[in-house]
């Protein structure tokens, strides 16, 4: 059974840098498409970044773009979320989630009709000075 958990989050100023990791076990990453969320408590959960299963596909929130980045290492059986330029209101609970998807190009950062199946237990990022 896929399970899989968030690393890498904490407490930095605003300006800088971290990079949040989803390492899975129990099965490998390979056919699923896989995005990061966000929640703070009071507001929605959003859509922060995913990547296709391919690799060929990468979407980000219009909040993050040109700030993060999302990649995805095979050989470690992860995905990582590297952020730059923190903002306060980045500050969040993150977490990683997949959508079963083999070969797919394509993936979104919309949680409609519940794509994403398999959740991490989510890591707290918090950016204040």
């Known amino acids: 059974q896929l399970q899989l958990m968030e690393s890498g989050g904490g407490l930095v100023q605003p300006g800088g840098s971290l990079r949040l990791s989803c390492a899975a076990s129990?099965?490998?990453?390979?056919?699923?498409?896989i995005a990061w969320f966000r929640q703070t408590p009071g507001k929605e959960r959003e859509g922060v970044s995913c990547?296709?299963?391919?690799?060929?596909?990468?979407n980000y929130a219009d909040s993050v773009k040109g700030r993060f980045s999302i990649s995805r290492d095979t050989a470690k059986n992860t995905v990582d979320l590297r952020m730059t330029s923190l903002k306060p209101e980045d500050t969040s609970v993150y977490y990683c989630?997949?959508?079963?998807?083999?070969?797919?190009?394509?993936?979104?950062?919309?949680?409609?009709?519940?794509?994403?199946?398999?959740w991490g237990q989510g890591i707290q990022v918090t950016v204040s000075s």
């Open positions: 989630a997949v959508e079963w998807s083999p070969y797919a190009t394509f993936c979104t950062i919309l949680h409609d009709n519940g794509r994403y199946k398999s």
């Open positions: 990547i296709s299963s391919s690799g060929l596909n990468r």
């Open positions: 129990g099965s490998t990453l390979d056919h699923y498409n």
